[in-house]
């Protein structure tokens, strides 16, 4: 079946600097969608994307759909204590049967003030 | 906003006994999901059901079933519960989407601990 792989699974960030996860896919996608989890909450919608190569900002934070649309990747600026969880991708693939996404594994954030 | 509401937080129940997490949403959604949510695992789908009285297995249905009678209300059974099913497990619901697919809403979650 279709996996979905994130990198990394842990990210320790001194707080002010970038990081950025990576979500990748066994297969081509026809969409792919984010979430963000705060300790011992649930996740939460972020964004979605649809296009090849298509690019979306949400203040600091930057999604990237590969041209391939097989990866996708979440890149945070100048991090903050707030930017604290587990970031989650999540793939619809072209070939899923009906509305069913595949999660990735996470990345686990942590900040250094 | 979407409430998706997981009737239970925290459970501990014995290895062979029955269980049922129930999950309630009040968006009028077509689609409900069950998740469980392990370390290093990420979500795992354990079942969905895209209408009324339709169920589709997931990516681990195995120890598992679930009922939907009613269109806001999505239940996962574990029928004997076992110690490596103690999990967090998490209820989502989604409008019917079109190809390009809708967000989903996740419930706060269920502890389960099984001794």
């Known amino acids: 079946g279709q996996q979905v792989m994130q990198i990394p699974q842990y990210q320790h960030v001194q707080e002010g600097e970038d990081f950025t996860t990576y979500c990748n896919s066994s297969?081509?996608?026809?969409?792919i969608q984010w979430y963000k989890q705060r300790p011992g909450g649930h996740p939460v919608f972020l964004i979605q994307l649809v296009k090849s190569g298509e690019v979306k900002k949400q203040k600091r934070l930057t999604f990237q759909f590969g041209e391939a649309k097989k990866n996708s990747s979440l890149h945070i600026t100048a991090t903050q204590t707030t930017d604290v969880g587990t970031y989650f991708c999540?793939?619809?693939?072209?070939?899923?049967?009906?509305?069913?996404?595949?999660f990735g594994g996470g990345t686990r954030v942590l900040v250094k003030p | 906003d979407v409430k998706v509401t997981q009737s239970s937080r925290y459970l501990v129940k014995r290895t062979g006994e029955k269980v049922f997490l129930e999950c309630v949403q009040d968006?009028?959604?077509?689609?409900m999901f069950w998740y469980r949510q392990d370390p290093g695992l990420g979500l795992r789908l354990i079942y969905f059901?895209?209408?009324?009285?339709?169920?589709e297995k997931g990516d681990i249905p195995e120890g598992y079933s679930v009922s939907r009678e009613k269109k806001e209300r999505f239940s996962l059974i574990l029928e004997s519960a076992s110690t490596n099913q103690t999990s967090m497990y998490l209820c989502?619901?989604?409008?019917?989407?079109?190809?390009?697919?809708?967000?989903?809403?996740f419930g706060e979650g269920s502890w389960l601990t099984v001794v």
């Open positions: 989502a619901s989604r409008l019917q989407g079109a190809n390009s697919g809708n967000t989903i809403y």
């Open positions: 999540a793939a619809r693939s072209f070939k899923a049967a009906g509305n069913k996404l595949t």
């Open positions: 297969t081509t996608l026809s969409n």
């Open positions: 968006m009028d959604h077509e689609n």
């Open positions: 059901s895209y209408d009324v009285k339709m169920k």
